[in-house]
């Protein structure tokens, strides 16, 4: 998908960044002269061996930065995440942004991102309000999970737990080549999240 070739003068301008900003956006030189704008990319994109291959949109890489600008570093409520979510969500209604976007962020920010739009969403949310989650502090593989593990939804499922019930952090395991390491790590707190980049 190509980029947009000229951008609003006065949509380019970022504002003030939040205190967990570790992005940098570049604007490259326009090989047409008297073009109204330059195209936009994302250093940080480039620099990620995960995402270095994905061109992001130009209206892409300003929507994230503007909700950075908008909801980063606030404090989460239950009333402000579902009105980022619905932010997201209305901007893939208009197509300024796609699941591809918000899957390439997540990986930007080792995360799991696996899911369909409103899981992703939600993800992308929990990210922005809240930061990163961490790797596995017991098995360092699998990518820590928020809220209630996939296994109590189902009904013969014999394992159990004392957090059971609660949301709360959990690992799933993870793929060892083709081996799958199951890891049983659950806490209600404790893990410290990490600032989350933007493109």
């Not at 936009?40 to 930065?65: C, H, Q």
């Not at 997201?88 to 739009?117: F, R």
Request: proline residues 7%.
């Amino acid at each position: 998908m190509g980029k947009r070739k000229g951008t609003d003068s006065a949509a380019t301008t970022p504002k003030k960044a939040k205190a967990t900003t570790t992005s940098s956006v570049t604007a490259g030189t326009s090989g047409t002269s008297g073009t109204s704008g330059t195209p936009i990319t994302s250093d940080v994109l480039l620099a990620n061996p995960y995402t270095k291959d994905y061109e992001m949109k130009e209206k892409a890489i300003l929507f994230f930065r503007r909700l950075q600008s908008n909801y980063g570093g606030k404090k989460r409520t239950p009333k402000l995440e579902d009105e980022l979510c619905q932010d997201i969500k209305q901007h893939m209604d208009d197509e300024v942004v796609e699941p591809w976007d918000i899957k390439t962020v997540l990986k930007l920010n080792d995360q799991a991102a696996g899911g369909n739009e409103a899981e992703i969403t939600s993800k992308l949310a929990d990210g922005i309000l809240r930061g990163g989650l961490p790797r596995c502090p017991k098995c360092f593989g699998g990518r820590l999970r928020y809220g209630m593990p996939k296994w109590e939804t189902k009904p013969k499922s014999k394992r159990t737990s004392p957090l059971k019930g609660k949301e709360r952090f959990h690992c799933p395991g993870y793929f060892d080549d083709d081996q799958y390491v199951h890891c049983y790590f659950e806490a209600l707190d404790g893990v410290d999240r990490i600032p989350w980049k933007y493109p």
